[in-house]
DNA sequence: CTGAAAGCGCTTACAG
DNA sequence: CTGAAAGCGCTTACAG
């Protein structure tokens, strides 16, 4: 592949006012610019990035690690991520943890030698070793959507606390008082969160919430039917059920229909996330909707200030229940 | 951040020295080992892969440019070949085209100048300038599910061919005659194919295929629902239909629904691309089914065969129907 | 087993 | 406006 050598050689100047026309630098006779031009065009010539990057010590990569692509929320997360950043003119390059604290460190440490300028990251787990150095090592840092508590990180997050009180309300204006919810795991913030809003609006409105109530998940759809299974198996099963992510919900549907059961005229059944899927499952799924494209313009605003040298602030969101129709909604109700 | 220079100074040996513990060499002696491990570990040196990169003319990074990640066929592909990759200890940079050629083309460009060993690609339209460049220019590259005619580049696909005359014996035997078809874009393989596939098996089983039985979408929601509104608008319209992608039969459910209209008692509907959420649509999807995890395996083992210099031949796997219940299915058939 | 040195492809002060 | 030169952080043939 042709080099900036090349390149001075066939336009008959130096390599350093290849360099300068490259990068639009003002100081080239206009002779000289054309001269290059047209070499690089004939040797269909490239510039190198690493090599650039080596000498300016910047890379105009951010790295991404969430912790699993296959969840249509990260997936529309990382999206966005990709779009503000390149109208930044940044790259990002995405590690998928897989909800996997060693992947997610594998990723981490690859993304670090690759000297990316910034790393978002929705942790998977409570926080590695790996994790703080990080958050130390002068590598631009900041969380999106999970976070972990006690770094100096900024976080980028939507606060559920009100749309989960509201999905408390809807559920208890339609008359069911046993409700259960599938939790993410204790590990992460968005795990906690979630469960304690709910327990905070139940208390509110006067609702018991016993111990085999609060399955334990992973935010997997596996983990949703199994705690599914156990709430179903109580004597005295839950009337709705609130999932904390939605693929746990997909579980939790799963369940459901595998024994016959129908949502919601046996169990109402509510989600964590809104997904475009969500509008087209049999029925419709009621759910709290984080702004998710925000989140991911918000992070790498937050992230590129750091980055650049600017002051970057933590920023929350809020979320909002949408109400359609797996929670026992009257047929007439607005969707 | 400490660099080889300071691991050396810190051990007392040279910067050779230290590069060779580093890389496994195994000419160093144990000492020199030792010393160069826990100086390493107390500066919290972390290689610098770029100044690696510029010197052995190597990235151990695949790039992947896919059409569009939040249709979830490219979810899982990405995921899959992120996974066979990593295995074979390669890293991978996805592209998000957005079906969108000069975005494809942008990611393209960011992806060879950062020197990637090797490019997977599925081309949104029929070919650029760099699409044959780089092609041409000696990065391995490799063709996943869709292609580019002509150019002399492995494609590791699917054919559809038998599943879609599966298809369309199914609905033939459920009683439909007038099917309809949402078309990809003319520009990508996969498009036609899909169509192709269609027709001929109309053909054999003696049913029309007039030109308005054919609607022109772009593999979106949107583009779907617009080519359903016709159909459905026609003084004759199909009695099933069938989206040659699962965004477009997503759009083509939305229009449907939208009319009061019932799936699949008004209009049957199947699709190309099985995802997991076809199981929970309302009704379940009948689709054509991809190997997708086997797509991504092979793309990732055909290019790295031509990133380290071995032979790669193309490879085609095939896709089945597998039958739900959009068709009009009686009740206790096998789903 | 070890080190000095060259070189990967760029950018950028410095001098003219 | 232009070029020679240094240097980014590594790896690796070469010589010892």
Same mark, same amino acid.
């Given at each position: 592949?042709?080099?900036?050598?090349?390149?001075?050689?066939?336009?008959?100047?130096?390599?350093?006012?290849?360099?300068?026309?490259?990068?639009?630098?003002?100081? +080239?006779?206009?002779? =000289?610019?054309?001269?290059?031009?047209? &070499?690089?065009?004939? @040797?269909?010539?490239?510039? /190198?990035?690493?090599?650039?990057? @080596?000498?300016?010590?910047? #890379?105009?990569?951010?790295?991404?690690?969430?912790?699993?692509?296959? /969840?249509? %929320? %990260?997936?529309?997360?990382?999206?966005?991520?990709?779009?503000?950043?390149? &109208?930044?003119?940044?790259?990002?390059?995405?590690?998928?943890?897989?909800?996997?604290?060693?992947?997610?460190?594998?990723?981490?440490?690859?993304?670090?030698?690759?000297?990316?300028?910034?790393?978002?990251?929705?942790?998977?787990?409570?926080?590695?070793?790996?994790?703080?150095?990080?958050?130390?090592?002068?590598?631009?840092?900041?969380?999106?959507?999970?976070?972990?508590?006690?770094?100096?990180?900024?976080?980028?997050? &939507?606060?559920?606390?009100?749309?989960?009180?509201?999905?408390?309300?809807?559920?208890?204006?339609?008359?069911?008082?046993?409700? =259960?919810?599938?939790?993410?795991?204790?590990? #992460?913030?968005?795990? /906690?969160?979630? +469960?304690? $809003? %709910?327990?905070?609006?139940?208390? *509110?409105?006067?609702? !018991?919430?016993?111990?085999?109530?609060?399955?334990?998940?992973?935010?997997?759809?596996?983990?949703?039917?199994?705690?599914?299974?156990?709430?179903?198996?109580?004597? *005295?099963?839950?009337?709705?059920?609130?999932? =904390?992510? /939605? @693929?746990?919900?997909?579980?939790?549907?799963?369940?459901?229909?595998?024994?016959?059961?129908?949502?919601?005229?046996?169990? &109402?059944?509510?989600?964590?996330?809104?997904?475009?899927?969500?509008?087209?499952?049999? !029925?419709?799924?009621?759910? +709290?909707?984080?702004?998710? $494209? *925000?989140?991911?313009?918000?992070?790498?605003?937050?992230?590129?200030?750091?980055?650049?040298?600017?002051?970057?602030?933590?920023?929350?969101?809020?979320?909002?229940?949408?109400?359609?129709?797996?929670?026992?909604?009257?047929?007439?109700?607005?969707?």
């Amino acid at each position: 592949m042709a080099s900036i050598k090349d390149v001075a050689a066939r336009s008959g100047v130096s390599v350093a006012t290849v360099s300068r026309v490259l990068n639009g630098h003002p100081s +080239v006779s206009p002779a =000289a610019r054309e001269r290059v031009a047209a &070499a690089a065009a004939a @040797l269909g010539y490239r510039p /190198n990035a690493v090599a650039r990057s @080596l000498r300016t010590h910047q #890379t105009r990569t951010l790295g991404l690690v969430i912790s699993d692509v296959l /969840n249509p %929320f %990260f997936t529309e997360l990382a999206r966005a991520v990709e779009d503000a950043a390149r &109208a930044l003119g940044y790259s990002v390059v995405i590690g998928n943890a897989d909800e996997d604290p060693q992947l997610q460190d594998h990723h981490m440490s690859t993304l670090l030698e690759r000297r990316i300028d910034g790393l978002l990251v929705s942790p998977t787990d409570g926080g590695s070793a790996l994790m703080t150095d990080a958050a130390a090592s002068g590598t631009p840092m900041v969380f999106v959507d999970r976070w972990i508590p006690g770094l100096d990180v900024p976080v980028v997050r &939507a606060d559920g606390r009100a749309a989960v009180r509201d999905l408390v309300a809807h559920l208890h204006s339609l008359g069911h008082r046993r409700l =259960a919810i599938i939790a993410g795991p204790a590990a #992460t913030t968005t795990g /906690n969160e979630r +469960v304690d $809003a %709910f327990r905070e609006a139940m208390r *509110e409105f006067g609702l !018991p919430l016993p111990e085999e109530y609060i399955g334990q998940g992973d935010f997997r759809a596996a983990s949703g039917r199994r705690a599914t299974a156990r709430f179903l198996d109580l004597p *005295e099963p839950p009337q709705a059920v609130f999932a =904390a992510d /939605n @693929l746990m919900a997909l579980g939790a549907m799963d369940e459901i229909r595998s024994r016959g059961l129908r949502v919601p005229q046996d169990v &109402a059944l509510a989600a964590f996330d809104d997904i475009a899927w969500f509008v087209h499952t049999d !029925p419709p799924i009621t759910a +709290v909707a984080q702004p998710t $494209a *925000e989140l991911g313009h918000a992070a790498v605003r937050a992230l590129i200030d750091r980055v650049e040298g600017r002051e970057a602030a933590s920023v929350t969101l809020s979320a909002r229940l949408v109400v359609r129709r797996s929670c026992g909604e009257p047929e007439g109700s607005k969707r």
